[in-house]
């Protein structure tokens, strides 16, 4: 069945969303740095920061998830990319790439039963601000994102297969990429199949319309995925162990003072306000679909199958006291199909019971509006908070003094180190650094460098642990460090004249670029939604911002 015009264009603005984020989206979680961009750049170049969960003493994450972006970063480094480029091939190629195949994956699965339905899952899914971030995160949670919507795909095929091999195949299929998704991924991802595991006893065990042998067959494939991860982590801490039980232990059996709850807890509305920012519209009609659209749609099954993870996934999530926006990657997708199936029922009853000129103002207004205000949303975030890559992206081009050093240049950051990128914009003889700034979490260490990357990965460190206490190893002196990142906000030390940015005979400014300035009042359009020049003299935009700024010690020459 061939595309029509509306879905060839549809196909392409997916593609022109997903690339922009590839190249200049945020990284909006920190952790998305220092738990997976740092190993990946440590896998590929020897060095890199290196946090608690990594430290062989408590093993709380998987090597394995990277291995993908390694093989991709690895070809890239026979062309004698830069690793910042490097990087940003792994955002666009790897995990944006995957992501916009897992989307035409069920919008394809979707089109075979109805292309309204198609239509609308493809056009939410691509101007969904959060899908802008998430589709584009090196996290497990996106990792589980992804599958879901394949493992989707297999389910609505299994549904409407007449025939048994078939459906039974379809079926296999949707729990291989759940086991991706929770195993290689994320553990908890595996409770979003539980629906298609409930059905397929139910199928094989009950009534008989699958056979028993289905259930050794899960079994296999549980096995085919299981083994080579076991395998690849095994070998990189040298040390038989399954990953996903640590993290299952750790934050469900965490003893005191462990456990997440000690990076903070937030209130009920929390996911509720992130849900509205990175979805406006769009959740509200997935959460009235979530009711409606097992009961009135003519997709009663497989919408229930929809509505069944959302329903679990946030009874588990919303009753957490720590949440983070991550958590619910998983399901960005799911609220957008969900709302694509209650759309697709309206608009089709729109158009049979009114006038046509009515139900074609309604449809193109809503569309309009919702494609205007969630990239003026996902414009608002490059344009507010992308200053660190726009930085560093300057430390990427600076000299690679290389082996004429005795010791690396240290890129040092103090209060803003929770926004550094990634090393994969250090050169190869700088490393960053932190100087005191009052946070009284545990920062990350270093990565024990060494020729082998192996014994780097089994080395254990020293001051680690899994309470969150500050460990006073983790910093340096300001004296030691030959650049400085940090924003123009009052600063901590007087050799930085903040916030003129003008400087003693020490520092020098190299750039800036203006961030959110969370300590200033803004208008609530301006914070929320970018506001295109010409129409700030119409729409109230006062938005307060400050630097982020790259400072260069003048004499670093004679300190290096």
Same mark, same amino acid.
């Given at each position: !069945? ?30 998305? %740095? ?19 969960? *990594? ?41 944006? &790439? ?14 075979? *039963? ?7 899952? $493809? ?21 589980? !994102? ?29 729990? +291989? ?23 397929? /006893? ?27 991860? #076991?395998? @690849? ?20 059996? &965490?003893?005191?003072?462990? &456990? ?11 996911? @509720? #306000? ?63 199909? $969900? ?15 009114? $006038? ?77 650094? +932190? ?15 060494? %020729?082998?990357? /192996? ?8 001051? !680690? ?18 650049? *400085? ?17 003008? %400087?003693? &005979?020490?520092?020098?400014?190299? %750039? ?12 609530? /359009? ?29 004499? @670093?020459?004679?300190?290096?």
């Amino acid at each position: !069945m061939s595309l029509t015009p509306v879905q060839y264009g549809l196909l392409f603005l997916n593609l022109l969303y997903r690339l922009y984020s590839g190249l200049y989206m945020i990284i909006a979680d920190c952790d998305e %740095t220092f738990n997976y961009w740092e190993p990946l750049n440590l896998l590929l170049r020897n060095f890199g920061k290196q946090t608690w969960e *990594y430290s062989p003493e408590y093993k709380i994450r998987s090597y394995a998830y990277l291995i993908p972006y390694f093989i991709l970063g690895k070809v890239c480094q026979l062309f004698d990319f830069q690793p910042a480029t490097v990087f940003f091939i792994i955002r666009t190629l790897g995990i944006v &790439g995957f992501t916009c195949y897992c989307e035409w994956k069920l919008f394809c699965s979707l089109r075979r *039963y109805s292309a309204s339905i198609a239509n609308w899952f $493809l056009l939410l899914n691509t101007i969904a601000p959060g899908m802008s971030h998430a589709g584009v995160a090196l996290l497990p949670s996106s990792l589980a !994102m992804q599958t879901t919507m394949l493992a989707n795909s297999f389910i609505l095929e299994a549904i409407k297969s007449k025939n048994h091999q078939e459906k039974q195949t379809s079926i296999l299929r949707a729990t +291989f990429w759940y086991f991706i998704g929770g195993i290689l991924g994320w553990p908890f991802a595996l409770a979003l199949g539980l629906p298609v595991g409930f059905y397929t /006893i139910y199928q094989s065990v009950v009534i008989g319309n699958l056979p028993l042998t289905v259930l050794f067959r899960v079994l296999s494939v549980l096995l085919t995925v299981v083994v080579p991860i #076991m395998i @690849i982590d095994s070998f990189f801490y040298q040390k038989v162990l399954f990953i996903p039980i640590n993290i299952v232990l750790y934050n469900v059996f &965490g003893g005191e003072g462990e &456990g997440p709850e000690i990076f903070g807890v937030e209130p009920f509305s929390y996911y @509720i #306000m992130n849900l509205l920012l990175n979805f406006n519209a769009i959740f509200p009609l997935a959460v009235i679909g979530v009711f409606w659209n097992p009961i009135l749609t003519h997709v009663k099954a497989f919408s229930s199958f929809v509505s069944l993870q959302l329903v679990i996934w946030f009874g588990i999530f919303f009753a957490q006291p720590h949440k983070e926006e991550r958590f619910l990657y998983p399901v960005y997708s799911l609220i957008t199909l $969900l709302a694509a199936i209650l759309l697709s029922k309206l608009t089709i009853g729109l158009k049979n019971f009114a $006038l046509k000129p009515i139900y074609r103002v309604f449809q193109l207004g809503f569309i309009l509006s919702i494609v205007v205000v969630s990239s003026l949303r996902i414009l608002n975030l490059v344009e507010n908070y992308g200053a660190p890559l726009q930085t560093f992206n300057t430390v990427a081009q600076l000299e690679d003094l290389g082996q004429s050093l005795q010791s690396p240049i240290n890129v040092c950051t103090g209060k803003e180190w929770y926004h550094f990128p990634a090393s994969f914009f250090l050169p190869d003889s700088y490393r960053l650094r +932190f100087v005191d700034s009052g946070f009284d979490g545990l920062l990350p260490g270093d990565f024990f460098e060494l %020729t082998n990357v /192996i014994d780097s990965t089994t080395f254990i460190p020293k001051n !680690m642990n899994n309470k969150n206490q500050f460990e006073k190893d983790k910093v340096i002196d300001l004296e030691h460090c030959h650049y *400085y990142v940090d924003n123009s906000q009052l600063n901590s030390y007087p050799q930085l004249v903040y916030p003129n940015l003008s %400087t003693t &005979g020490k520092w020098e400014v190299i %750039t800036c670029n203006k961030m959110l300035d969370p300590n200033e009042k803004h208008s609530t /359009i301006g914070k929320l939604l970018y506001v295109p020049t010409w129409l700030r003299g119409i729409i109230p935009y006062d938005v307060g911002y400050m630097e982020f700024c790259l400072l260069k010690k003048q004499d @670093i020459e004679d300190t290096v």
